[in-house]
């Protein structure tokens, strides 16, 4: 191939040479121009690209701390209903001790007063 650019060149005068390098000169230029330019605009893209997936990790990220959140609230929730309802239950072979609530409202007497307390 470069050998039919030299016979090309050569069949040629000075300064239609002189004209076809810079023509080619311009040429390559412009590609490489093209070439770099397409560069950038795919690593801007890529660039913009990251961003946006970062940006959507960040968002499902705090979504899903939020729902767990939620969940782990409901779930403490139930325990705490369940610790309770246990609470109301006396455990097997143990007496059975009046609540502070339930020791209030027990009416005492006072001589010959009664006094609900």
Not at 10 to 38: D, E, M
Not at 48 to 68: G, P
Request: aromatic residues 4%; charged residues 20%.
């Amino acid at each position: 191939m470069l050998s039919r650019l030299r016979h090309w060149l050569g069949s040629r005068s000075n300064a239609a040479n002189h004209l076809g390098l810079r023509i080619l000169a311009v040429f390559l230029a412009l590609n490489a121009l093209a070439t770099a330019w397409a560069w950038h605009a795919l690593q801007q893209g890529l660039r913009q690209e990251e961003a946006q997936v970062a940006s959507i990790t960040q968002n499902l990220a705090l979504s899903m701390d939020q729902k767990l959140a939620t969940e782990v609230g409901r779930i403490d929730l139930s325990l705490q209903a369940v610790a309770d309802e246990l609470r109301r239950y006396p455990r097997p072979g143990a007496e059975r001790e009046p609540s502070s609530r339930s020791r209030r409202r027990q009416p005492t007497e006072t001589g010959s007063l009664r006094h609900s307390g």
